[in-house]
C-alpha cells in the first residue's frame, strides 16, 4: 500500500513538473515570436502636464498633446491603470488636442481625497478636467470603468450633452454593475453579495496587502492569470507584461474602492437618456467585461455603432490598436470635424 501510494505521488510530482516545463516553455514561445517586443510601454508622454487640485483634497494629474484648441478628446483609463494604457493613442491623431488623466488614486493621481469613492464622484472629477482645460467641444473616450465614468458624466449632466459633449466611445465596457458582466457574471453576483461585509473588512486593512504585494514576485502563473482574464489568446506578452505592472502598482486601497464603486453603477434603465452619438467596442473574448455587455449598450442607446472584434479580450485599445485608432479617428471626424492625420 505504501509502495503504491508512493509511486502515486511521484506520478503526481512528474505530471506537475512536466506542466510547469511546459508552461514555461509556451511562454518563451510566444515571448520569441512577440511582434510588440520592441514598444516601450511607459515611455511616451504628453507634451504638456498639470495637476488639478481638488477641493476634497484629491490631486489629478493631466497630460495632454496637440494644439490647444477649445475641441477635442479626453480619454479616461480602466481600473488599475493609467494615462500609459492610451501608449497607442497618445501619439495617434496629428492636429487634435488629445487629453489624458490618472482617476483619482491612480498613477500620478494621488492622494485621492476624502469624498467616497463612486462612479459619480469619478464622473465629477471628468468634467472637472474637461473645465479645467478649457474644452467646449468634447468626445470622452472611455475604457472599462471609464466607459461607465462617461455614461454617468451624461446622465447625471445632460446639460453637458449635444453642446458640449459631442460623443462617447464606450470601449470594454458595461451599463451596470461590473459584477454581473464578468465571465460567470450570476454566480460571481451572488457571492459577492454574501462575501461583501468580510470583503470589505479585508479592504480595511490595504496597508497590510501592499506589504504583501510588494514581495511577492512576478511569476509565469500571474503572466497567465492577466492573459486570460485581460487578453485574447494571441496577445502580445509584451503587452500583458505592461498591463500587469500597472495593475501591481496601483494601491490596495483604490482597487477594494473601485470594486465596491461598482456596486452602485446601474445605467441600464436610462441608457435612452444618452442621446449623444457613441461608439461601442467589445471583444468576444473578453471575460472581464463579457461582449454581450457592448451589444446591449449599442441595442438601447439612441445613437450608437458596435464594433465587437473577434478575437480580442479586455484590452481592445492595445490588442487591436491600428483597426480602433481608425474607429476613433473616423468617429473623431464626425463629431468634432477637421480630420487629422495620424499613424498607428
Known sequence: MKRSSGVALASAAATLAAGVVAERLALKKRRQRDTEVRQEFGSRRGERSHHIDMPDGARLFVEESGPRSKRGVVFVHGSALRTDMWHYQMETFDGRRLLFYDQRGHGLSSPKGDSDYTIARLAL???????????????????????????????????QQGDRVKGVVLLNTTYGPAIETVLGGAALARLE?????????????????????????????????????????????????????????????????????????????????ITVPCLVVGGREDRLTLSDASEYLAEHLPKAELHVFDGVGHMSMMERHREVNKMLERFFADTLGRKGKGRS
Open 125 to 159: 472629477d471628468l468634467l472637472a478636467v474637461i473645465d479645467d482645460v478649457g474644452l467646449e467641444e468634447v468626445v470622452i473616450v472611455g475604457h472599462s470603468v471609464g466607459g461607465m465614468v462617461a455614461q454617468q458624466l451624461c446622465l447625471d449632466h445632460p446639460e
Open 193 to 273: 453579495r454574501y462575501a461583501r461585509r468580510p470583503f470589505d473588512l479585508i479592504g480595511a486593512h490595504s496597508a497590510r496587502l501592499d506589504s504583501l504585494r510588494a514581495v511577492i514576485k512576478p511569476s509565469d502563473a500571474m503572466f497567465w492569470g492577466v492573459a486570460f482574464a485581460a487578453f485574447g489568446p494571441r496577445a502580445s506578452a509584451r503587452q500583458v507584461d505592461f498591463v500587469y505592472d500597472m495593475a501591481a502598482e496601483t494601491a490596495s486601497d483604490v482597487i477594494f474602492d473601485l470594486l465596491k464603486s461598482y456596486r452602485a453603477f446601474d445605467a441600464h434603465a436610462r441608457l435612452h437618456e
